[in-house]
């Protein structure tokens, strides 16, 4: 195949473009626009693979996109291109509007017209897989709220979508069209909603590398609230095999769940990430000393908890990291790549609080 993928210099993307090109015979063609959380380091391992292709487009620019599809004639797209952080949608939602949703709606015309041309052949096999989150769905009740933790609830594919942020707004509005173009159209699309991502790679806006490159710098921990928000976490490199094999065995028009099934509280996700660094670095104090409560978030969801049954029973795709395996690994490629995470800094954030 060759897969176009929006948004392939983030994190997310960038694994996803390094699966393809390492363990499948598929070309890439990644269109990304470069904002401050995009980063071609990311792709290093890969770019100089014939298979691999790079394109510096604004998924909002139409005139562009009807130039990638129309050269590079494409077998699918994988559509991760969005402003995600919702701290930042606080702060500035009009980035989160335009992009999430005009880029969306921009991106499926695009697709649409492109699709409509090609032979029935081409045209049966084609696939538009749209890639989301758990925040569409809003969030679940925590365990200090319910008599019987057992009975707490998960996500699933119908759980009915309750937005909290600028950002799961837009995701959420992203979402709908792209099930509008199935429904109307007929463009033969699929949709996934992960769980919180972690791993190597990852802008250090998001909380797990903001807090291993604070604690390195002696800086301080910022827990928001008391801490106690739980997510489900899920190993990013995990998350692109799940994605490659939505693209290539998922059936059109349906959703899947992905999660890590890692239930975790912030703070114990902080006090973790202290003890990996107690032993791999140590000092005279534990970092765990350096934890500082601050402010919460406006509208903070505080549970986020995804059911992959389906990705099991029915794609066959499980997580291969556990938390504890892959924070690990998290950590130690943080400590290992120090010049990565000062250039994609430079110029752009220096891990100020943002959305207040």
Not at 64 to 84: I, K, T
Not at 275 to 302: C, F, M, N, W
């Amino acid at each position: 195949m060759k897969v176009i993928i929006t948004g392939g210099a983030g994190f997310i993307g960038s694994a996803v473009v390094r699966y393809i090109i390492n363990n499948t015979q598929d070309s890439v063609i990644n269109v990304d626009k470069l904002t401050y959380a995009g980063n071609l380091e990311s792709l290093i391992p890969v770019s100089d693979d014939s298979r691999y292709t790079f394109e510096q487009v604004d998924i909002c620019n139409r005139t562009e996109l009807d130039r990638v599809f129309a050269l590079y004639q494409p077998d699918a797209v994988m559509h991760l291109a969005a402003e995600s952080h919702v701290d930042r949608s606080i702060t500035g939602p009009s980035d989160f509007i335009q992009t999430n949703i005009v880029g969306t709606y921009t991106l499926l015309e695009a697709a649409r017209q492109y699709w409509s041309q090609l032979d029935a052949e081409r045209k049966v096999c084609f696939r538009f897989h749209h890639i989301s989150t758990d925040e569409v769905y809003g969030d679940l009740p925590h365990p200090d709220d319910v008599e019987n933790a057992e009975l707490l609830p998960l996500f699933i594919e119908s759980t009915p979508y309750a937005p909290s942020s600028p950002y799961s707004a837009s995701k959420a509005s992203s979402d709908h069209l792209v099930r509008a173009w199935l429904r109307t159209y007929g463009l033969p699309t699929i949709v996934t909603n992960c769980s919180n991502n972690y791993g190597p790679y990852h802008f250090p806006e998001k909380l797990i590398p903001l807090v291993i490159l604070n604690a390195l710098e002696g800086k301080p921990l910022p827990i928001y609230g008391k801490g106690d928000q739980i997510r489900d976490w899920l190993y990013v490199e995990d998350h692109a095999r799940a994605l490659y094999k939505v693209l290539t065995t998922g059936k059109v028009g349906e959703t899947y769940n992905i999660g890590g099934h890692n239930e975790k509280q912030n703070i114990d996700v902080v006090q973790t990430i202290c003890s990996i660094l107690d032993e791999l670095v140590p000092k005279v104090s534990s970092y765990a000393e350096q934890i500082t409560y601050v402010t919460d978030r406006p509208g903070h969801d505080r549970r986020y908890a995804i059911d992959a049954t389906k990705m099991s029973s029915e794609l066959n795709w499980q997580p291969q990291e556990t938390f504890e395996t892959g924070l690990l690994k998290t950590v130690q490629w943080y400590l290992a790549n120090q010049e990565w995470c000062q250039h994609v800094q430079d110029g752009s954030y220096q891990r100020e609080r943002l959305g207040i």
